[in-house]
């Protein structure tokens, strides 16, 4: 995959790479870092700019997390207030928990969407709970652009600062992810885990 993302960014330059971003948010398992890093070198070798690479890679940023708050906005809360009430009973939810966790999102989705975007995986998806919600769009813009642009700024640095070496920075990102998955994944464990004793407690 890596070659591939190398190939189209060195043939379209700004466009490849505003395009490989946008993807790589709706689809998270392309590697950002790879582009954003392999972008930051050919700042050094080619006419492309620090600024340039940064402002195409956060546009493609905000283009990819535009369509997944639309599909978010799709779903709604209605919608999945519909699901709870016919298949909630599986999984032990009902429609409390749903308004619960969409006031929650509510009260501080502001600073998730924005502290996201510096988490692998998670920064692409924040976008669906963020449309679910329905968070004003003007702040969701704004917040996905900052957080966007200083996660790109970074990498594309770093790209720059490293040169030929930009692969050591993308095995520290890739070690840097697994620690993430692995903190996310116990989260999710202790999560349901409370969850079941909660419903269990109430019976």
Not at 46 to 52: A, D, E, R
Not at 78 to 93: A, F, P, S, T
Request: proline share 2%.
């Amino acid at each position: 995959m890596e070659a591939w993302i190398i190939e189209i960014m060195e043939k379209f330059g700004y466009i490849g790479i505003l395009f490989l971003i946008a993807i790589e948010n709706i689809f998270p398992p392309i590697p950002s870092e790879v582009i954003l890093t392999f972008g930051g070198v050919m700042t050094t070798k080619t006419n492309l700019t620090v600024s340039g690479v940064v402002w195409f890679a956060t546009l493609g940023s905000v283009i990819g997390a535009v369509i997944l708050y639309g599909i978010g906005h799709l779903i709604n809360i209605d919608r999945l207030e519909k699901m709870v009430v016919k298949y909630g009973h599986i999984l032990r939810l009902t429609k409390d928990d749903l308004h619960k966790a969409d006031s929650w999102f509510a009260k501080y989705g502001i600073w998730t969407v924005f502290f996201c975007r510096f988490i692998p995986l998670i920064r692409s998806l924040i976008s669906v709970p963020a449309g679910m919600a329905q968070m004003n769009f003007g702040l969701f813009l704004l917040l996905t652009a900052v957080g966007t642009f200083i996660w790109n700024i970074i990498l594309v640095k770093l790209g720059a600062a490293v040169g030929e070496s930009w692969e050591d920075i993308v095995q520290i990102m890739d070690v840097y992810s697994n620690i993430i998955y692995i903190v996310l994944v116990v989260l999710v464990v202790i999560a349901a885990i409370l969850f079941m004793k909660k419903r269990l407690s109430r019976k």
